[in-house]
């Protein structure tokens, strides 16, 4: 399976646009979304090109290659406008060679790790900063944010190859 993994788009048009060329470019068989997919939040400026229906749209258009996770800026009326399912807090993808777990962050992270099975890779979100790091024998990775990314760090993603999670940069 190959993966384009993206948290945090809140409701940025532009980078979400930038966001799909790249689904053009790579052609993976997932966009995997670790959440915060409309919503800027409370404690966020707006980001650049602030659209959450445009988002909607474009992320619609691409409904069936669409693996996404509840966020802690999702809403119930979120999921009224999108055409696949945002409502689940975990998900499991049994591949190979290890399972990957697919999480906001919010709840689960390194400082409170997620129950896996062994050889899993746990994939957050949240804190807008990409993160790589063993905890406890699991792998936890994050993208960053495409739209509001924080500590300096670029307007990040991650390709996942079948193989490699390699991180890429829309800036």
Not at 55 to 60: G, I, K, Q
Not at 130 to 144: A, L, S
């Amino acid at each position: 399976m190959k993966a384009i993994i993206a948290s945090d788009l809140h409701g940025s048009a532009y980078y979400t646009q930038k966001l799909i060329d790249q689904i053009e470019l790579l052609k993976p068989d997932k966009l995997i979304l670790l959440g915060d997919i409309l919503y800027h939040g409370p404690r966020n400026d707006l980001p650049r090109d602030y659209n959450p229906k445009l988002v909607a749209e474009l992320l619609n258009e691409h409904k069936e290659y669409i693996i996404s996770v509840h966020g802690n800026c999702d809403a119930e009326v979120d999921q009224m406008v999108l055409d696949f399912d945002i409502t689940r807090s975990t998900i499991c993808i049994p591949l190979k060679d290890f399972n990957l777990y697919l999480t906001h962050g919010h709840k689960n992270n390194p400082d409170n790790p997620l129950k896996v099975t062994k050889n899993s890779i746990v994939l957050f979100g949240h804190t807008h900063v990409p993160f790589d790091k063993y905890v406890g024998g699991t792998r936890y990775i994050n993208p960053g944010s495409i739209s509001i990314p924080k500590e300096n760090s670029a307007h990040s993603f991650i390709f996942f190859d079948g193989a490699d999670f390699i991180y890429m940069s829309l800036d």
